[in-house]
């Protein structure tokens, strides 16, 4: 699939300039729905790491209606970014991009487990993904970033995630009773969109499908 190599090249090693280039790229990214809507693919892209910052990154490609494989995709390799809070893409864009390059299928939907604009910046590891391959791209996180009122117990409740009184994204209880997930748009999406996605892709557990599948591929090959 494409990616875009200019802006791809621009991955700095330095937590500030990393910083500054957030900054530069936020006003780029798109909360609108593609045209045409709908996804007929969606793919899950997670990134697993050991103490001596070797990473593996995978990328699994479901069918949306029936959530069966349609192409996968690894890549291994090594970061020596500091853990930072709110620059987790510096860590994992390298290899993740080496992945989405393997891939013979493009997909209609990136789903990352990470941040979108629900982000100190605005400009998560899913906002910096949709710019770099064009591809409508939402964030569907296990923390929360910012604050979330009240969501009742029920699957499909909701609640609105807000940073300095912005909305930035959403908590979303896809299982009853269990903790919710926090979505925000990446890129080339609207926060209704990627919500409704979310639900679609979590029949019977709290993480969506594509999320659950490329977590246990690259774990699976980081202790191999």
């Not at 970014?81 to 994992?92: H, I, K, S, T, W």
């Not at 299928?105 to 949709?130: K, S, V, Y």
């Given at each position: 699939?494409?990616?875009?190599?200019?802006?791809?090249?621009?991955l700095?090693?330095?937590?500030?300039?990393?910083?500054?280039?957030?900054?530069?790229?936020?006003?780029?990214?798109?909360?609108?729905?593609?045209?045409?809507?709908?996804?007929?693919?969606?793919?899950?892209?997670?990134?697993?790491?050991?103490?001596?910052?070797?990473?593996?990154?995978?990328?699994?490609?479901?069918?949306?209606?029936?959530?069966?494989?349609?192409?996968?995709?690894?890549?291994?390799?090594?970061?020596?970014?500091?853990?930072?809070?709110?620059?987790?893409?510096?860590?994992?864009?390298?290899?993740?991009?080496?992945?989405?390059?393997?891939?013979?299928?493009?997909?209609?939907?990136?789903?990352?487990?990470?941040?979108?604009?629900?982000?100190?910046?605005?400009?998560?590891?899913?906002?910096?993904?949709?710019?770099?391959?064009?591809?409508?791209?939402?964030?569907v996180?296990?923390?929360?970033?910012?604050?979330?009122?009240?969501?009742?117990?029920?699957?499909?409740?909701?609640?609105?995630?807000?940073?300095?009184?912005?909305?930035?994204?959403?908590?979303v209880?896809?299982?009853?009773?269990?903790?919710?997930?926090?979505?925000?748009?990446?890129?080339?999406?609207?926060?209704?969109?990627?919500?409704?996605?979310?639900?679609?892709l979590?029949?019977?557990?709290?993480q969506?499908?594509?999320?659950?599948?490329?977590?246990?591929?690259?774990?699976?090959?980081?202790?191999?």
């Amino acid at each position: 699939m494409l990616i875009d190599e200019e802006l791809a090249a621009e991955l700095p090693a330095d937590p500030d300039a990393a910083v500054a280039l957030q900054l530069r790229l936020r006003s780029r990214v798109d909360p609108a729905d593609p045209r045409p809507p709908g996804f007929e693919t969606v793919a899950g892209l997670d990134s697993a790491y050991d103490d001596e910052g070797h990473v593996v990154a995978a990328i699994v490609v479901l069918d949306a209606k029936t959530l069966e494989p349609v192409d996968t995709a690894t890549a291994q390799g090594h970061t020596d970014f500091p853990y930072v809070p709110g620059l987790l893409a510096f860590r994992e864009l390298p290899t993740t991009l080496e992945a989405l390059r393997r891939l013979d299928t493009t997909p209609d939907l990136l789903i990352c487990d990470g941040q979108g604009l629900a982000h100190p910046r605005r400009f998560g590891l899913a906002c910096h993904l949709g710019l770099l391959t064009g591809l409508p791209t939402i964030g569907v996180a296990k923390t929360l970033w910012g604050r979330c009122g009240h969501l009742g117990p029920e699957r499909g409740s909701t609640t609105d995630i807000t940073i300095d009184d912005e909305i930035v994204g959403r908590a979303v209880r896809t299982r009853t009773d269990v903790k919710p997930v926090y979505v925000s748009t990446g890129h080339r999406i609207t926060l209704d969109t990627a919500c409704t996605a979310t639900l679609a892709l979590t029949p019977r557990y709290r993480q969506p499908e594509t999320t659950r599948r490329a977590d246990h591929l690259c774990r699976t090959l980081l202790r191999g």
